[in-house]
């Protein structure tokens, strides 16, 4: 069972920068790929970053492509978001997803969900 809990979220100025994570207090969390999404009210859902079971590959959303970086640590069942050169479009709720196979930037293709963390930027 997959459990995914992210934290990191909170409001920050342009420019500046945070960093998300996301837990999983499960066993199994190396099994798994991860992906990172968000939400902005009134949106749907989109892709923002995903990463392979051993971080061997990882793919971007052409928005963030350059300011934001995942990464994971199968030892401590974690996938960070590190999100630099933040900017007002990028306030959304950020959920972190896991999926039992490869990498995919289909939100409907991941099996389990976090509750999202907020990130507001103020420009």
């Known amino acids: 069972q997959v459990q995914l809990v992210e934290s990191g979220g909170g409001w920050v100025q342009a420019g500046g920068s945070l960093r998300l994570s996301c837990t999983d207090s499960?066993?199994?969390?190396?099994?798994?790929?991860m992906g990172w999404f968000r939400q902005a009210p009134g949106k749907e859902r989109e892709f923002v970053a995903a990463?392979?079971?051993?971080?061997?590959?990882?793919t971007y959303a052409d928005s963030v492509k350059g300011r934001f970086t995942i990464s994971r640590d199968n030892v401590k069942n974690t996938v960070y978001l590190q999100m630099n050169s933040l900017k007002p479009e990028d306030t959304a709720v950020y959920y972190c997803?896991?999926?039992?196979?490869?990498?995919?930037?289909?939100?409907?293709?991941?099996?389990?969900w976090g509750q999202g963390t907020q990130v507001t930027v103020s420009s």
């Open positions: 997803a896991a999926v039992l196979g490869l990498l995919t930037m289909r939100p409907d293709d991941y099996n389990y």
């Open positions: 499960g066993r199994t969390f190396g099994r798994y790929a």
């Open positions: 990463i392979t079971r051993n971080s061997g590959s990882s």
